[in-house]
């Protein structure tokens, strides 16, 4: 299965920027998707960004004009956060969506990355 890896997380103020990158251990040839989700304290995991195959993406409300997803090849996925709010401290987690021959569809994601926004 293939493994990922979030970094890129930390503190920051509010109005400040990070870049969250994921890094897959091998090409996904049948990838599907590349999402973000987060999870803050107390509350449920909540999808922020998607990007498929084709590299169109989507956006949850709340980081709409925000936050920007994108892929500069088969191993690598971004989040670039800017406009940071005290509301967006989570930890981040990837999840690539994906076909394998042996398997069927596969859902892989990494250890998580936290951010924290300070106000």
């Known amino acids: 299965q293939v493994q990922l890896v979030e970094s890129g997380g930390g503190l920051v103020q509010a109005g400040e920027s990070l870049r969250l990158s994921c890094a897959a251990s091998?090409?996904?040839?049948?990838?599907?998707?590349m999402r973000w989700y987060r999870q803050a304290p107390g509350k449920q995991r909540e999808l922020v960004a998607t990007?498929?195959?084709?590299?169109?993406t989507m956006y949850a409300d709340s980081v709409k004009g925000r936050f920007t997803i994108s892929r500069d090849n088969a191993k690598n996925t971004y989040l670039q956060m800017n406009s940071l709010k005290p509301e967006d401290t989570a930890i981040y987690y990837c999840?690539?969506?994906?076909?394998?021959?042996?398997?069927?569809?596969?859902?892989?994601w990494g250890q998580g990355t936290q951010v924290t926004v300070s106000s």
């Open positions: 999840r690539a969506h994906y076909w394998d021959r042996t398997t069927g569809w596969v859902d892989s």
């Open positions: 091998e090409i996904i040839f049948s990838l599907n998707d």
């Open positions: 990007i498929i195959s084709n590299n169109s």
